[in-house]
């Protein structure tokens, strides 16, 4: 890159950062981070587990955030005085290097002032994820399945916790549904945009005849609530059912009937939890999905009435998404952003950023074409 061009780089970047750390309230981020070492410093901290884990979660992803925002400071000045030595010595590897230095910084920068768009009402929240087969028979169940590895590598890779609420095995492979959560702040806010249906296009293993299959999961995501959100359900709301969860290929898994099913009467609303050795816990655990499911409903219709106060008949963003191709070629694109990847093992290995990041662009740009 030639010398002006890599000066405007610099300030091009350099300007973007001080954008996002007005977006970020560096100095009110440094006030919580103070108050929340306070509250851990406490010795009664761990009494409650729940809080303690909340207080504990959010001091790590403020500093995290801080810490990620200097480092990219830094880096930004330490390529433009790399590039500049470099062509004081007429060094061009020294030169090559400060570019692809520079490269990497932009799309770490990118990635950040990504990161200043998660700011609706849940945005900040854990997610809570379910993926449950479509039409497509075993392929479909196969496909859940695959989605549900695909999430969970993503997570790992960014050391993020994942707690499975349940699954539910077919018959002869793959998954009739699963939920899960994945606890970490702003999870809801980047996976809400792979609410929707996913389409699969693939040679299916499962067909003696070597046929192409069509196949279709859906996955939708709600934020897990904390202890401020007013929703209650009342007892005769509520149908409880207990059964005996099994896993691949019908097998049994529990020696009791330990699983839980909860039916919310008025909505017709199921969620289960198989995953927790006492049926008490499980219970425990699908009211926290119950009502997940449930306060993520009533902001749904809330915004639906809103919508068709201002006649907006168009339908959801979320619903027909994306296009997993593995034959006659390979390719995995976002039918919302145009967002594509040409090699969609690395996508079902967890490499979803880059779908993630067009995709919460693409959101805030049809909020704001919405509100005008």
Known sequence: MAGPDFDTEIKQLQATMHTIGQVLDLDGMRVEIDDLGEQVAAPDLWDDVDRATSITGRLSALQGTLDRFHELETRIEDAGLMHEMGQEEGDPDTIAEADRELEKVRKAVESLEVRTLLNGEYDAREALVSIRSGAGGVDAADFAEMLMRMYVRWAEQHDYKVEVFETSYAEEAGLKSATFAIHAPYTYGTLSVEAGTHRLVRISPFDNQGRRQTSFAAVEVVPVLEQTDEIDIPDEEIRVDVYRSGGPGGQSVNTTDSAVRLTHLPTGTVVSCQNEKSQLQNKASAMVVLKAKLLARKKAEEKA??????????????????????????????????????????????????????????????????SN
């Open 305 to 370: 009435h809103l919508d068709s106060m201002r006649g907006d008949v168009q339908a959801s963003w979320g619903d027909q998404m994306r296009n997993y191709v593995l034959n006659p070629y390979q390719i995995v694109k976002d039918l919302r952003t145009g967002y594509e990847e040409g090699n969609p093992s690395t996508v079902f290995d967890g490499d979803l950023d880059g779908f993630l990041e067009a995709g919460i662009r693409w959101r805030r740009g049809s909020e704001k074409a919405e």
